[in-house]
């Protein structure tokens, strides 16, 4: 009986610690991969244990009560032990096997590593894959993400991180559009073209389409009259005909492939080489995250 309280006040702690790091039930459901049901009964099962009250909830809303916020930093730390004895345990085994989480933006996820998971899968069929695409950026320390492949610079000291193959920023539309209005020389002609561009989820701003014009890079915000918040929504939509937008060679490559996007002011492509491959210092020998980092290397 004594262990059975045992288990279930430890249960209690990992949903708390990821329900308080995430902001919901729902969020550290899906991060544990079990019922919001379940994490809800655990926490509150802690609540009773304890006889303190972790969190002041609404029904929008989830917050940590001063005791809550005392307790949450101990909660973490117990999380994080918990994960270092699994990593220590896929280790000792010596070959990729177990869950290896990934995050990855959406644009990525779509185009790079969902396609290479069933090659992946036959070389390491001991491996389950967990895929998680957001286009916001995730805490993989606290979420218990093995790794992440971001475009950007690494900004956590936390973290490794590989640096991985250069892609290209091109203006894209689709033939039909291109046959009705021309083909623009240069990127001062866009104002007298019709336009896509993306506004970023995370902060709400838009997308500044840049343009390398001789030795100097500038960039330019279009008057767009359609814009849409994913990356995948602006390729829909130029390809429909909605006019000229921006996008990753990696993302229209297909469209370009099948014809239904075509290259606009490709002499004015900015090349980038930042996409990274980033996991967490724990993770440092995990075998199936070693071999997805040699698979997202020899891919790219």
């Given at each position: 009986m004594k262990e059975q309280i045992i288990f279930e006040r430890l249960t209690g702690l990992i949903a708390f610690a990821r329900a308080g790091s995430l902001g919901s039930f729902t969020a550290a459901a899906r991060s544990l991969s079990v019922s919001p049901s379940a994490i809800s009964k655990s926490v509150q099962r802690l609540e009773e244990q304890l006889g303190v009250s972790l969190f002041t909830r609404t029904t929008r809303s989830l917050t940590l009560t001063a005791e809550g916020r005392d307790i949450?930093?101990?909660?973490?730390?117990?999380?994080?032990?918990?994960?270092?004895?699994?990593?220590?345990?896929?280790?000792?085994?010596?070959?990729?096997?177990?869950?290896?989480?990934?995050?990855?933006?959406?644009?990525?996820?779509?185009?790079?590593?969902?396609?290479?998971?069933?090659?992946?899968?036959?070389r390491h069929p001991k491996v389950t894959i967990d895929l998680r695409l957001s286009d916001h950026m995730v805490d993989l320390v606290e979420q218990g993400i093995d790794m992440a492949v971001r475009i950007g610079d690494l900004a956590d000291s936390r973290l490794l991180s590989r640096r991985l193959s250069g892609h290209r920023l091109?203006?894209?539309?689709?033939?039909?559009?291109?046959?009705?209005?021309?083909?623009?020389?240069?990127?001062?002609?866009?104002?007298?073209?019709?336009?896509?561009?993306?506004?970023?989820?995370?902060?709400?701003?838009?997308?500044?389409?840049?343009?390398?014009?001789?030795e100097r890079e500038i960039e330019i915000v279009p008057s767009s009259s359609i814009i849409v918040d994913t990356s995948e929504a602006v390729i829909a939509t130029i390809a429909a005909g909605g006019?000229?937008?921006?996008?990753?060679?990696?993302?229209?490559?297909?469209?370009?492939?099948?014809?239904?996007?075509?290259?606009?002011?490709?002499?004015?492509?900015?090349?980038?080489?930042?996409?990274?491959?980033?996991?967490?210092?724990?993770?440092?020998?995990?075998?199936?995250?070693?071999?997805?980092?040699?698979?997202?290397?020899d891919l790219l």
């Open positions: 949450h930093g101990r909660a973490l730390q117990l999380l994080r032990d918990a994960e270092e004895i699994e990593q220590v345990a896929k280790t000792a085994r010596g070959e990729p096997a177990g869950t290896l989480r990934i995050a990855a933006s959406l644009p990525i996820g779509l185009h790079v590593i969902a396609p290479a998971l069933p090659q992946f899968r036959k091109c203006c894209y539309a689709s033939a039909e559009y291109l046959a009705l209005r021309g083909t623009p020389k240069h990127p001062d002609e866009l104002a007298a073209h019709e336009t896509v561009n993306l506004r970023y989820q995370s902060n709400g701003q838009m997308f500044r389409w840049p343009f390398q014009i001789g006019g000229i937008g921006m996008g990753t060679s990696f993302m229209a490559a297909p469209w370009v492939k099948r014809g239904e996007l075509m290259p606009v002011l490709s002499g004015f492509a900015v090349d980038r080489h930042n996409i990274m491959a980033v996991w967490p210092e724990s993770r440092r020998s995990n075998p199936a995250v070693r071999a997805f980092l040699d698979a997202l290397i």
